[in-house]
């Protein structure tokens, strides 16, 4: 129980903000500390404003407690049920948890205003959001949780 704790908060408040912000950690690789017109002295400051700032930490927040968490009540409730999910199920139940999120979110934004065809690459982020996080998860906590 511990571990799964652990494991969602590292991936959602360390992995999650550099994986919204990549182009910034391209600056870092680079050894460019800009962002937009201001340049940094050191990586803790341009990271301090880049990638680990209020905006990406709320976004963080709100995927640990509608996406992550959800997630992982589904998967302890069919592993309970001694069915345990296979990968390719994993991922498509992140990515659905992910769509509807989008589709609900989506209607009180009025992203389906525009042509609706506009907004498929929307499905196309949400599978590859659950394709990524949920090979973080398998490696760093299902195989130790199905082993035991």
């Known amino acids: 129980m511990k571990r799964k704790i652990i494991v969602n908060l590292i991936i959602t408040f360390v992995i999650l903000p550099i994986s919204v912000n990549l182009d910034d950690i391209f600056n870092v690789i680079r050894g460019e500390y800009r962002f937009y017109d201001t340049y940094y002295s050191n990586l803790k400051d341009y990271l301090s404003v880049t990638v680990f700032n209020v905006t990406n930490l709320i976004i963080a927040l709100f995927a640990l407690v509608f996406v992550f968490f959800p ?15 296979s990968f390719i199920r994993k991922v498509y139940l992140l990515s659905l948890i992910v769509i509807s999120i989008i589709l609900l979110l989506g209607s009180f934004s009025n992203i389906w205003a525009i042509p609706w065809y506009n907004n498929l690459m929307y499905f196309v982020y949400a599978f590859g959001f659950g394709l990524i996080f949920t090979t973080l998860f398998h490696f760093l906590l299902d195989r130790y949780v199905e082993k035991k």
């Open 71 to 85: 997630f992982q009540l589904f998967k302890d409730y069919y592993c309970k049920k001694n069915k345990p999910l």
